[in-house]
């Protein structure tokens, strides 16, 4: 597919161009189902050395490349015209929303039938032939529609620019026309230089971040989940334990920080939490706010949301001290460099020690007291999520489903290095399913890249997910099965939608789901039958014991394969935070609070 | 939540308002996906007498909508702001462009949190609440927003209006703490009078058409797939009748006219199909073109599209005299009566016989003189479609998914008096099975109602549909199993995406799928297990041995509870049409036709 223009310069397809861009940028796999419209781009997987993932649908296509982003920094999947971009479009408001890099390449119908407004299958038959890219304009970050070819690698580079600087959706139309439309080569990487960055700025506002840490006496530090956009974990890390100062994770940054430092103090949860917890944040003079996600659902009901007042807010590039802007010119540091120095900065100054009571709901304790049910009893909330801490290792991926599970989670003490991922903000039951499959294989790529990120991977990608959110998206099992990803699912049944039981409705039949049988899941989307490379585990757990020794099974305790463990729970049992938050959220519905 | 105001009117709450006009349109069961800004709506489903049908997921909620909606001429499906939103707008779109009238309710959060701009779940946490609404703008007829309660039951009115006489889906917003706001009791039926509608304009079409007949020489009339929304089927059955003008139906068309109607002539399909046909056509002086839907797919590349100087299009409410419109200032005419004083006239008229030949490939020609293939012979598309004919029975609903089943199903006889379901411009795969469990709900409950309509009804509903299609919205099965319908669902195995194989990459991976155990889905979707009142069975059939005696089976050809059959076929074997045709789409993508 390649040749030579006249004046010697490398030709290639317009196609081809924007795979190796995506390669450049450290894409591995391509998600997507495949289309009339589209076929042809797909052509151009392969030979760029990317896999096709193939998943069962588009929006389990979107949801796992939002997984698989989260992890890459970049994440590429290819729809079909109208039916499969909308199809998909749910799950990339959700990456707008939460940021994850998602190119959305769409092979739509060739120009002269746009232009004529042809009445085209997968469109609305009334000559509107691109209201699909306009609707995606609310969701997405960029958008380019490739029907100029002279224009069309410059657009593709700052479509792809805007995507992973901003950690979010562009949309991209590629006519099928155009799909071998010949462009120049491109001769050197694609530019990702920060526009606005200015080093004199940075100094400034690390050394502003500093001097209030002096300054302070009781300071804490909060990790909002967008914290792990910045793609500085490892620093983050280290100015945390640096410092000193007490560190509190919201519910969407847990995982961002290893648990083990000793001035981690857990998921802090506002009016539903530790009252000890609260007041020593309520007397903090200084709160440093790393990618704050201040979502109703993520401060259960805004009582997690520092005082505005004491907090210097810190965000991918800019900061915000105490309401103000660091700068409104437009100026911005590089998250990279800016830790760097901040870094350099806290290493040479002296800080005083820090001292913090921790409440009496500090997981870690709580853990160490644990006394375990016997084992004929039925496994409830509030001993599972504790106890299961003890089933993770470090280097283990973990996500966790919307509904109890993610309340539960916030009570579960990670070990170091992990990767944990859940939704603060737009809340989607069924992503974590084929996020799981984005994730699993985004570190498996990783890993056999010789990448530093995945270096102590323990190979394992874990999920808890309700009953509920698994019918939403399950055909992602399947799409894991293809891909032959080494995934746990731990599926808690507890008949139905015990979430909004607690919200509203607790004996209503529309909070009920239809039964299904979930250990079947697996042979239904065809897993393999005795393949040592892929084993298949598909069990229930009824009571403590029978948990218990599925858990010290070495065959579930390594993680290879696929394992569906079904855990059985009450219907009216759920996690005490989410106890306590569900009447806020009722309540707030009923009476119009602006909360 | 009853009461009266001080001037002694009935006030009720808003949300039973809704219901209440939405049960006088007809509506028995409401579709959706409960969540924690619609729960207070789903309260009021019961108490007006409808049923919950409670999707696993929104797209198929919207899907089964729709097929539910094309039965009935109403349907409703409630979702929750913003994912359950998103997460059915693919098939909001597929109603739009197809005409499916649905009722989307969607529960918005509480006013004085949209006003304040909060940072709510489910929102994209940029303050912008209500783009959801702007984005369904492009693909719902009306839209409203119920925040003023005053304007609230008018506004419910009009909206409910345009879904019904558009025959589209439109779009409700009901605030979480306006569910229960008071408003006046409807004291009379709605409004469904059509604006514009002219009784001399109608009489004037009515006349101008049976001129235009009385003068043709070689007159045919063509069936598009709208007409089936004029809601006249009987009506236009008794026109095709005694005009006796031959008649040919669209793919989208297909079953809106009996085929045991002597001058009915089958599927046209234009430089696609049968040649004896296309000269017929070609030389026809006039076209009665009921209801067409033009687009590439179903005109087979445009190619079956009639020429316009010699056609007279009668849409719902307006007809276009060779490419002129009947009526520029807006006077309509409504279809019940147009259609009563199109027959009055036509029986008052003497026409001359309309004499036609038959193709070589006229469905019930080729059925008759099948040879059955031997019983140990695979089973082939085309002897397929065909000889599926002798299982259908009269008062059948038979849905046929995209791909080589719709392709295929052109070559089958149909019954009188049968429902038949497929998509002629959306198309988007996984469409179809949840709207199974639609249609068979709405002829369901058509009969429980005693309706005219569902008197023929074999209690049969039966889905032809691709094992690549099945798997975009397999938990449609769930759904069915839920809410105990009977239905038979044959699946088409054979390895993949074989209509996008014909299209391009026929050995490409990117066309195969994840092979799945079709026939566990019952199971696994928790299907009951020796229960007499929904019986399950689910079988394959390799060879016609096997084919034939399970569809001889008294149980499979009962259709009572839930058949899932898989069907194999050959990954390389396609119907006839298809071939034809696919070369035609991989073209004009390739070469950018305007077509
Ligand atoms: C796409 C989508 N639809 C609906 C909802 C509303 N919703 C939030 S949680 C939930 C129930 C989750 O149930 P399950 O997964 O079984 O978890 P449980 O709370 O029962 O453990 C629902 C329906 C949503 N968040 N997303
Ligand atoms: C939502 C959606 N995604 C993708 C497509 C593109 N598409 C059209 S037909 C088809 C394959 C259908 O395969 P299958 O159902 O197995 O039928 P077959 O042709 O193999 O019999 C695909 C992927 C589509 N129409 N809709």
């Known amino acids: 597919m390649t040749n030579t223009n006249g004046e010697g ?53 979107g949801y796992a490349s939002d997984g698989y982003g989260r992890i890459k920094g970049i994440s590429a999947m290819v729809t079909s015209y109208g039916v499969g971009d909308l199809s998909a479009i749910n799950a990339i408001g959700g990456a707008y929303g939460e940021r994850a890099p998602i190119v959305h390449l769409v092979g739509t119908p060739p120009t002269a039938a746009q232009e004529a407004g042809a009445c085209l299958h997968h469109s609305l038959g009334d000559g509107r032939l691109r209201i699909f890219a306009d609707m ?96 500085v974990t490892e620093e983050i890390n280290e100015f945390v334990r ?103 900065s806290i290493s040479a100054t002296k800080l005083p020690e820090y001292p913090f ?22 496994i409830e909330h509030d001993e599972f999520w504790l106890s299961m801490s003890n089933f993770l290792r470090s ?28 939704s603060g903000l737009w809340l989607s039951i069924g992503y974590t399913l084929p996020a799981l499959q984005g994730a699993a294989l985004a570190r498996r790529e990783q890993r056999k890249e010789g990448s530093k990120e995945a270096a102590g991977f323990s190979g394992r990608s874990i999920l808890f ?49 239809q039964p299904w049988r979930n250990t079947q899941a697996a042979s239904f989307f065809g897993a393999p039958i005795n393949d040592s490379d892929y084993p298949v585990i598909a069990e229930q757990a009824r009571s403590w014991g029978e948990l218990r020794s599925l858990l010290a099974r070495p065959d579930v305790e390594k993680g290879k394969g696929l394992a569906v463990i079904e855990v059985f729970m009450d219907l009216k049992d759920a996690p005490l935070p989410l106890k306590n938050f569900a009447g806020f959220m009722a309540n707030r519905n009923k009476t119009n609070g602006k909360n």
């Open 242 to 344: 640096l410092t000193g100062i007490p560190t509190a994770t919201m519910t969407f940054g847990k995982g961002i920080i290893n648990e083990s430092i000793p001035n981690y103090q857990g998921v802090y949860m506002g009016a539903v939490g530790d009252t000890v917890f609260k007041q020593q944040v309520d007397e903090a003079d200084l709160v440093l706010d790393f990618g704050p996600m201040h979502s109703d659902v993520n401060t259960f009901g805004f009582s997690a949301v520092p005082k505005a007042d004491v907090t210097i807010t810190i965000n991918q590039y800019s900061a915000k001290f105490f309401s103000k802007d660091s700068d409104t010119s437009g100026r911005v540091y590089s998250p990279k460099s800016f830790m760097a120095k901040l870094l350099k």
């Open 395 to 422: 280097g283990d991926i973990i996500l966790v489903e919307a509904g109890t599970a993610i309340a539960g989670a916030c009570s579960m003490v990670l070990p170091d290095n992990v990767i944990f991922m859940n």
């Open 136 to 231: 995606n304009k609310f969701v997405t970050a960029a958008q380019a529609n490739l029907i100029d070819v002279d224009k069309a690698p410059a657009l593709v580079d700052a479509t792809l620019k805007t995507c992973v600087l901003e950690s979010r959706p562009v949309y991209i139309e590629l006519p099928t026309n155009l799909v071998h439309a010949k462009v120049p080569a491109p001769t050197s990487p694609i530019d990702l230089s920060l526009p606005g960055y200015d080093e004199e700025h940075e100094t400034k506002v690390v050394s502003s971040i500093v001097e209030s840490i002096q300054k302070s006496k009781k300071p804490m530090i909060f990790m909002g989940g967008l914290a792990a956009r910045f793609r």
């Open 357 to 378: 009571k921790r409440g009496s709901t500090y997981p870690p304790h709580l853990l160490q007291n644990l006394k375990p049910s016997s084992k004929n009893e039925k």
């Open 465 to 513: 997910i309700g009953d509920g959110s698994l019918q939403m998206s399950v055909q992602g099992i399947s799409d894991i099965i293809r891909n032959k990803l080494d995934t746990t699912i731990i599926v808690i049944n507890n008949d139905g939608y015990t979430v909004e039981r607690y919200i509203h409705g607790f004996d209503e039949s529309y909070n009920d789901i």
């Open 9 to 61: 310069q490398e030709q290639i397809d317009l196609c081809e161009y924007i795979f190796k861009r995506l390669v450049q940028l450290g894409l591995g796999s391509v998600h997507g189902v495949p289309g009339d419209y589209n076929l042809t781009i797909l052509d151009y997987v392969k030979p760029a050395g990317l896999n096709w993932v193939g998943n069962a649908n588009e929006l389990n296509s």
